[in-house]
Every structure is written in structure tokens, then in C-alpha cells.
């Protein structure tokens, strides 16, 4: 199992940006594919992006393309999104997520440990 910490959340105004990082810890982090998942409230978690082991390949959900880029530095145990040109509907506790298995994957239950999450809000 490893070990996930999420930070740099906060609030922001519409069009703003905003970095987040995930630390990890407890397993060799350049093992596990990672991802960024998030939750509004009232809805369903739902993918953001994810990348895979090396950070050679990544995915973005649809309503993130060209806004935000996923990352990683395996050397620092840490998964990074930034984000930019927010809008009020990314308002969202965001998730970091580890997968161990081969192929990187865009769902929930392909992902093996989570984060607790940390809050965004993009006011207009």
C-alpha cells in the first residue's frame, strides 16, 4: 500500500490557477501509475487525469483538455496537477490515486489507494 498526501488546494477566481502536489510514501512510487480524480458536491468522483509510471504517457478527461497538465517526479515521490483558466464548475475536492496493476487506467475501482483530498473552489 502506499501512502498518498494531497496539498495546495484553496480558493481561487475564475480564470485563475492553482498547483496541486501528491506525496508519496511506503512504496516505490516510480511502480504505481498515478491519477487525479475529483468530487463536486452532489455529484459522482469523476477522472481528471492520470500518467503513467515513467510520465511518458498521460490521459485528461475531456472538460480539462488544455487547461490542466498532469505530472510527476519520481526522484521527489510526488504527483503534481496544475491547473489553469479555472472555472466555477471545477469547484471540487480533488483525489490523488495509485494503480500497481499493468495499464493505466481512467476509472475508480482500477485505482488501489487514495488520498483523503483537497478542497477547490473557483468562485466567479
Known amino acids: 500500500q502506499v501512502q498518498l498526501v494531497e496539498s495546495g488546494g484553496g480558493s481561487v477566481q475564475a480564470g485563475g490557477s492553482l498547483r496541486l502536489a501528491c506525496a508519496a510514501s511506503g512504496r516505490t512510487f516510480s511502480n504505481y501509475h498515478m491519477a487525479w480524480f475529483r468530487q463536486a458536491p452532489g455529484k459522482e468522483r469523476e477522472f481528471v487525469a492520470a500518467?503513467?509510471?515513467?510520465?511518458?504517457?498521460?490521459n485528461y478527461a475531456d472538460s480539462v483538455k488544455g487547461r490542466f497538465l498532469i505530472s510527476r517526479d519520481n526522484a521527489k515521490n510526488t504527483l503534481y496537477l496544475q491547473m489553469n483558466s479555472l472555472k466555477p464548475e471545477d469547484t471540487a475536492i480533488y483525489y490523488c490515486a495509485a494503480r500497481a496493476a499493468y495499464a493505466l487506467g481512467v476509472r475508480q475501482p482500477e485505482y488501489d489507494d487514495w488520498g483523503q483530498g483537497t478542497q477547490v473552489t473557483v468562485s466567479s
Open positions: 500518467i503513467s509510471r515513467s510520465g511518458a504517457s498521460s
